[in-house]
């Protein structure tokens, strides 16, 4: 047999050499009269070989997955793939991990949850736990959420094993980036869950890197002061919502908490503040840059962010900027608003411009350059779709939205990259796909 499977890898290596780009990978006739254990060990194997033996190893890793998906779930829960003939055991890579579950991804719900819980749901190993509440992740979605929690709760009645708490933060990671309802399911439920797993639920919102989790995390971050830190750093991850208004509740609840008297949670405030763009909180924060260093360092990045200079630590320097800002749109801006309408070409994009370098009452100032997106001159409709972006208000995604539907592609290009720019996504072309992004 080890002649065999020498002779298969080198057959193997051959094979991908010559195969034309873009044809689906087979395996080796070898391999493919192994049962199939052998053959889905065979596969998970080969792309430890340098360089890997197939192309392509997931369609091929799923095929044989419907036979023996008990096998696929016996990787996840050792940690290890099967040795094949005498080769040893081998502790499971992340490209194999990753491979395994883009398997079982590709196998589909209805196939694999419930071959999952007959293979692991009566077994009181906590490895076992984890691996079906990670599956229940893979291939589950917003519904499956309420039987992952009474799963995840089960195992809180003794220890917490540190493979269940992995498994469940990666569980809602997967459940957040493949399937919306989550979000809101969490902010209903999240009360449901047992206190000592919020942190891996928390954690998993923030891997997903997604803003409509920001008012889950806002919840819980008002009623549970012992899990501020946790909740504050996933506030970086998620990013500012598409929503003016959710936006602002986080804000308040961030500012009561940089008035803290324990300055570890301030300081992780600031930086929450500072990603969230919350013009509300520079007094306080220039305030804060003649405080210790550690909340003067945040502080400072916080108003670099908000501000986009890269003014430095000096009070004054920042005190003044704010006051002119503040100068400028009580005296300045209705006239430039004004001249958005103007006949005079060099008038509208003057206006247009100014606006554009413009960080306070950046909501405001957005909502006045929208008619400029229909104006008939499409240079002028591209460079407000610029401006917009640089203002930095979500309030317009809508807007900006619709203007990929403008049929010149200076426009759609100015559009998108405003799109992109403010929700640090890339949904395409499409402007149903954007739409819905703001729906939600």
Known sequence: MRFLVLTVLTTGICASSIRAEGEPSVLPPAVAEMSPEDRATWIVRSIRVDPPLLEDPVPLLVEVGYTVPAHLFEMLRARGVPALDEGAEQIISIYQRDLVREALRGMGHDVVLPAAERSLAGDDDPRATATLIEVTGLVGSSEDLDGLRKRASSSTRKELHPRIEEAIEDAIADLAGSDVETHESLLHGWRSW?????????????????????????????????????????????????????????????????????????????????????????????????????????ALWALRR???????????????????????????????????????????????????????????????????????????????????????STSVLSELARALEDAEEEVFNAARNALVSLTGRDLGESPDDWMALVAD
């Open 194 to 298: 047992p206190v000592e797993l919020l942190p891996a639920v928390l954690r998993g919102v923030g891997r997903a890197r997604d803003p409509r989790g920001l008012p889950f995390l806002t919840e819980v971050l008002s009623w549970h002061d012992d899990l501020a830190i946790t909740c504050m750093s996933q506030f970086r991850l998620v990013g500012a919502s598409a929503s003016v208004e959710v936006n602002e509740r986080a804000a308040e609840v961030l500012r009561e908490l940089v008035e803290s008297d324990e300055p570890h949670l301030c300081r992780a405030a600031l930086l929450a503040l500072g990603e969230l763009e919350d013009t509300g909180s520079i007094p306080v924060m220039i305030e804060l840059l003649a405080s210790d260093s550690g909340m003067a360092e945040n």
């Open 306 to 392: 908000i501000s986009r200079l890269t003014l430095n630590e000096s009070p004054d320097l920042w005190r003044e900027w704010f006051r002119q800002e503040q100068e400028w749109y009580a005296n300045e801006a209705p006239r430039v608003i004004t001249n958005l309408s103007s006949s005079q070409p060099h008038e509208v994009l003057a206006s247009i411009r100014e606006i554009g370098k413009r960080r306070l009452h950046r909501h405001e100032l957005a909502r006045e350059l929208l008619p400029v997106l229909a104006n008939e001159e499409a240079r002028f409709r591209a460079l407000a779709c610029a401006a917009l972006a640089n203002l930095g």
